[in-house]
């Protein structure tokens, strides 16, 4: 005897407003441009985060042989623990373990990703409601997932003129009692800035008066110019708990392996047993990383060359300079010189553009007319600027910086001048 | 000039109502048992579905040296696109692609494991408040993420006695306005059933009439004994709409490696572009798979050899017809012949066994004096069964009924005699 129910008559299946909240901005833009390469000159992209695109920045073998190790070995096709396995965490606790902010495996939970890091740590803070304090410009993820889930994003600014630093007046105003995380990303994806131990020391000061804990993405960590130091938050923390999320992404050029973690410091046991008990269950929805790269890890970490390192960062400082002093002597162009991971922002002077009504417009013609893509730093909710990924090879480097001149020289309007120039 | 606001004045950070939520009744039960073997045996654990436990059942050399040749290949090292490669996809379309249900490789979205595939596919369907029809006994990974996500979670009965085929008044008379989508395992796992095309008929009959789109989760799809066929449910749909999950796993024996996927059957177009782009957006939020093991699937699928898939079975057929045979004759258990799969149910007449309070505690006690590790089926809300995992060696899949054998005879209580027999 079957109840009479209000039931469906008729098909109707629609996205869950999750699925329609889940806004990737990136795509948003450059789905939107006009992106057709002027075919007298190719393409030279500039967009993507991914150092593996043009072939010149190769992991390093031992890499490679530590995954077909792990292959061989044949102990890494099962399921491992949702966290991670024991002996991958010790790996990567002993590889991050400081004095100032020591590791056990026991801190340590592996993802598929940083990304994944960077969701299970928003996700084990926030409620519905909740908000979360997020870097302008910034990587779009946070806002992503945040929007995604029904938490709120402030959006605190960082200042160009002072090498990307916070605002922490501007960051400090924007805290309240639903704030439930600050995330922090240094190095910078999308600035290439690094911090100082004296600003992290002003941003833990912050969040200690507040009480409010940080997720500290350091993908970038390790990835800082010579001459330039980069401890991480957790090292200077004396109080404010902090969830670090990292990976084998970017340092060792494998972003599509998947390969992520989160290294919980917890010096006064703030975050306690329920944080970590959160991260565990939430770690069990829908698993972790591929085994045999955690299989790998281990080897990974201890077997790679220092000298693959130091190689990648010389090759992306010396990159970040050609393009850097190339594009200061641009008119109406202003880069700022990163300092590490892999990227360098450059503002344009819009007021002498006014071709463009935006850097959207701006970016979107230089395709058209160079065939060179750098993203605009809308996608990274700062407008009026660009941002260069220096990963290309050095004569592509150089290449674009010129285009990019010919472009600006060609459409540039000097203050008192309002007389259209010859368009080359 | 910042604002005065009601901000923290002392350390409280909590997980999240997600992260609470998240339970998972397999850790919740195990956990709460008190696990200690009896020192005299060794101990033979028939608990977890990872078939690569015991080393007697090696994923196929081709698989091995597929992932190999993607490490050389050296081109699988950046990001994919959020929902895999187009390469993989289409090796995918066309290995699942039949002339009643045909697919191409933009109806297949790579995911991190199956795992990941069902959460998206639950995520795309429901908002919080809507709810699901779920089996019982079933996986318990569907109700886990569904109770994280506000969903509710309505369980239609299946029937040990019709080989575990659908109740489907019961599940008819759960269907309601708020129904998002109809979760059928098939085969499935805990009971190692496979339904009859006539039944799957059935199943799609009271889908197309209240309108209910179908989540197939098809991880075991294929592993099926010989005799047995196991049509896709949407090879015999005509319109309603099927999200079948899938993926390398089981079948090829690498659970570890967290490849799923998404096959998306939509023939009358119901699901239009909504559903997929839904997706495709919720795939952006922590990407998916493993670039290399994607990089490698193609191969995999297509050069594994048929020899491979067939003595997976035959083994499993076997172990299955060994426990069957030898647990039908032990006075108080009712074991079901499965059809497929790797899993054996087992029901145990409680009433005869009036030393156990319920399944929990009679295989806590199993472990405790005969050192056999069968996993109770309240962890599939099953009471008063328990599931055997038929991966094990012949030798031990032997010893272990051996035991049971022993275990209920020290234990079972004929109808009426309530006096107390000798205990071995
Ligand atoms: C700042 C930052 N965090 C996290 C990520 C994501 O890393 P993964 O590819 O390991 O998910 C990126 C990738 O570009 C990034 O720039
Ligand atoms: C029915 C069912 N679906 C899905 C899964 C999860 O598969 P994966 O390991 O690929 O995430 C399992 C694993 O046991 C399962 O039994």
Not at 167 to 176: A, F, V
Not at 322 to 346: D, K, Q
Not at 411 to 418: I, V
Request: aromatic share 8%; charged share 20%; with cysteine.
């Amino acid at each position: 005897p079957t109840k009479t129910k209000s039931r469906r008559q008729r098909w109707e299946v629609k996205p869950s407003e999750m699925a329609k909240n889940t806004l990737n901005p990136i795509r948003a833009i450059v789905d939107g441009m006009k992106l057709t390469p002027n075919p007298e000159k190719p393409m030279i992209s500039l967009s993507i985060g991914d150092p593996t695109v043009f072939g010149n920045l190769p992991t390093d073998d031992a890499v490679l042989q530590a995954l077909k190790d792990a292959i061989d070995s044949q102990k890494y096709n099962g399921y491992a623990p949702s966290v991670g396995y024991l002996k991958s965490r010790q790996a990567v606790a002993n590889f991050y373990s400081s004095p100032e902010a020591p590791l056990e495996a026991e801190d340590v939970i592996l993802t598929s990703g940083c990304s994944q890091a960077i969701e299970l740590a928003i996700n084990v803070f926030c409620n519905p409601g909740d908000s979360i304090l997020v870097p302008r410009p910034g990587f779009s993820l946070y806002k992503t997932l945040a929007v995604s889930m029904g938490i709120e994003v402030k959006l605190y600014n960082l200042l160009p003129e002072k090498s990307w630093e916070i605002d922490l007046q501007h960051m400090e105003s924007l805290i309240d009692e639903r704030t439930s995380c600050l995330i922090v990303t240094n190095p910078s994806n999308p600035c290439g800035s690094v911090f100082t131990k004296e600003h992290l020391q002003k941003i833990l000061k912050v969040a200690s008066k507040h009480c409010v804990p940080i997720l500290a993405d350091e993908i970038y960590s390790d990835m800082v110019f010579p001459g330039c130091s980069c401890p991480s938050l957790a090292s200077l923390s004396s109080d404010v708990p902090v969830l670090s999320c990292g990976g084998l992404a970017k340092r060792w050029l494998v972003p599509g392996w998947r390969m992520g973690w989160i290294l919980i410091h917890d010096r006064n046991n703030i975050f306690g047993s329920e944080i970590r008990q959160g991260l565990v269950k939430l770690s069990q929805r829908i698993l972790g990383a591929c085994t045999i790269v955690q299989g790998a890890l281990e080897s990974i970490l201890n077997n790679t060359p220092q000298g693959f390192y130091s190689n990648t960062i010389s090759f992306l400082k010396s990159n970040s300079e050609i393009c850097f002093n190339e594009l200061s002597s641009v008119p109406g162009l202003n880069p700022v010189m990163p300092s590490g991971a892999m990227y360098l922002m450059v503002g344009i002077e819009m007021d002498h553009f006014p071709d463009f009504k935006n850097d959207v417009d701006f970016t979107e013609r230089l395709v058209t007319e160079q065939s060179v893509f750098c993203l605009p730093a809308s996608a990274f909710e700062y407008p009026n600027f660009f941002r260069i990924v220096v990963t290309v090879p050095e004569a592509l480097m150089e290449e674009a910086c010129v285009r990019i001149r010919e472009f600006c020289q060609c459409y540039y309007r000097p203050p008192s001048c309002d007389v259209c120039q010859s368009r080359g």
